[in-house]
């Protein structure tokens, strides 16, 4: 049986990035449009069509798989970093929950933060850009929720690790912005020299990216000989394994948290 | 036999490898009692209190509360404890109601029980009027209620408070005092740390010494000034008579103030009296002394508060 404390301290996590909405969900829009407006509708027609796409529908995709990983690992990292600040993650670690609860608890939480504005990009996208649409709507649901179930592990790992808000943050600028970017969010990775296409293969938010172009414009990154679709889900399955599995041992030994 | 609320069995906390905070106490602390857990400052009952909770990780040992041990039956243990712990800590993203509701919440409480048990909580605080407010744009006094009210939202059987007055003014001590006797008297078992010995000594049927990670006596406080403190009784005695023999009391002659020295004044006195009588010396006037439960803290700890 499910523990129902479990489920009040995730509708606590959602409640919570409900409740600051103009700070929780606004930013992600308005970043994701204005890329959408200056690199696609003021650069887009300069550049061309990608892989048979114009560059506007192909860049969404990606816009939209960043804003989601942002989004994801800053709800359940600061949430975290807050109950810490606060102490009022006391009241969270003596109540009758499991390591596992607590940590799926945030993990779900940041996971809604995440669906919530992708979805929302990909409504606003088709609002800017009327000729992208979505081919496969289960497939993109289940990238929404993996890739942002994995990057809200991540937050509550990197969370309970980080002493400041400022190591918080720099994950941001330093593993995620990068990986984003040299994942291809603005091009195609074919369009790099050898060596580092060969890199860029290493690189999980390139296949999640992938995987996410594969259901939503289709077909035509398919064709490209790096992009695997079950490898793209494989990973995004993988790493949301492998991210919450850590997470809940952290908080089932207390690490950081307990003394 | 008393049933026991709280085990606690050779109980030890090393932090890193290094500092022992608690060197393998064992304590029972039985059901129904206001128990006051007393020493001075690190000498281990945050830690202690942290292990009853789930807040410290034990290093070896064990604890139960009603039966159920806090590592195999945590879920059971923790249901049956509320805390309030030393430092505020508060939800800052919600009204208070909603704070309250939330942490009924947690320990499997309904929605509709929840808000329940946080309106009546309210109530008995006095903070009706702040439902909507959040802890913290309340006043000190107020948020200290609310911690207070946190820890009894799911009406546990076991309320721990650690430091409860620290830095309440004289009006809200005496209102929590009455409200604390009053749960303790529905039968419910709390635990109390304080500074204030005379908090302890107002309030405990019980109290425990701990010391360097140590338990070094546990009595009702009553006991443990008549056990270990220095009562006195003086009688001022007209000085015909230089050299009386009160044996077998224990006293000390200065000029006309004899000066008894007893565990129980209560049931000597009437023995002084008529032992003076028998000495036909004339009293003149009688004073008595009492411990307080801080000399006798003070002389087992060596240690100021």
Request: aromatic residues 10%; neutral net charge.
């Amino acid at each position: 049986m499910i523990n129902p404390g479990f489920i009040v301290l995730i509708k606590r996590e959602v409640m919570r990035f409900l409740a600051l909405w103009k700070q929780t969900i606004m930013p992600g829009l308005i970043s994701s449009a204005l890329y959408i407006i200056v690199f696609g509708e003021a650069l887009g027609h300069r550049i061309g069509p990608m892989e048979g796409i114009s560059y506007i529908s192909y860049i969404i995709p990606g816009l939209t798989m960043m804003s989601v990983i942002n989004m994801a690992y800053q709800n359940s990292s600061s949430s975290i970093m807050q109950a810490k600040f606060l102490k009022f993650i006391e009241d969270i670690l003596i109540a009758p929950l499991s390591g596992f609860e607590i940590s799926m608890a945030f993990t779900i939480g940041g996971m809604f933060r995440g669906v919530i504005n992708g979805i929302l990009i990909l409504l606003l996208s088709k609002l800017l850009v009327p000729e992208f649409t979505i081919s496969n709507y289960g497939l993109t649901l289940i990238y929404l929720i993996t890739v942002s179930w994995a990057f809200s592990a991540l937050g509550v790992i990197i969370g309970i690790y980080a002493r400041s808000w400022d190591q918080i943050g720099s994950f941001t600028t330093f593993v995620f912005m990068p990986l984003s970017m040299l994942g291809g969010v603005f091009w195609s990775v074919n369009m790099l020299p050898g060596i580092w296409k060969t890199i860029s293969l290493f690189n999980p938010i390139y296949w999640m990216i992938n995987g996410m172009r594969h259901a939503t414009i289709g077909s035509v990154t398919e064709a490209s000989i790096n992009s695997s679709p079950t490898l793209s889900l494989i990973l995004s399955f993988a790493f949301t394994i492998i991210f919450s599995f850590i997470a809940s041992y952290m908080f089932e030994k207390g690490y950081k948290i307990k003394s | 036999m008393t049933e026991i609320s709280v085990k606690i069995r050779k109980l030890r906390k090393i932090y890193d490898g290094k500092v022992e905070a608690l060197k393998g106490i064992n304590l029972d602390i039985p059901k129904g009692s206001f128990f006051g857990l007393l020493g001075p400052n690190g000498a281990g009952k945050t830690t202690a209190i942290g292990i009853m909770t789930g807040l410290v990780n034990i290093t070896s040992g064990s604890v139960e509360v009603m039966g159920h041990d806090v590592i195999k039956d945590y879920k059971k243990s923790r249901r049956l404890i509320g805390l309030s712990p030393q430092e505020l800590n508060f939800d800052v993203f919600f009204p208070i109601k909603d704070v309250l509701a939330l942490n009924a919440g947690y320990y499997g409480l309904s929605n509709k029980d929840a808000y329940e048990r946080a309106d009546i909580m309210l109530e008995k605080f006095g903070l009706t009027e702040k439902a909507k407010n959040t802890a913290r744009e309340l006043s000190g006094g107020m948020k200290r209620r609310v911690q207070i009210a946190k820890a009894l939202v799911h009406d546990p059987e076991v309320l721990i408070l650690d430091e409860p007055t620290a830095g309440v003014d004289i009006e809200l001590r005496h209102m929590l005092w009455d409200y604390l006797k009053e749960i303790n008297n529905n039968g419910k078992t709390i635990i109390l740390t304080t500074h204030y010995i005379e908090e302890a000594e107002a309030l405990c049927n019980e109290v425990a010494i701990i010391n360097d990670g140590e338990i070094i006596k546990q009595d009702a406080p009553a006991n443990l000034i008549n056990m270990l403190g220095n009562n006195k009784i003086m009688v001022r005695i007209n000085t015909k008579n230089k050299s009386p023999d009160l044996s077998p009391f224990d006293y000390k002659v200065e000029d006309n103030l004899v000066e008894f020295s007893t565990k129980d004044p209560s049931r000597d006195l009437p023995k002084i009296i008529s032992k003076l009588n028998e000495n036909s010396i004339d009293i003149l006037e009688i004073n008595t002394s009492k411990s307080s439960l801080e000399e006798v803290f003070v002389k087992l700890t060596n240690n100021k508060l």
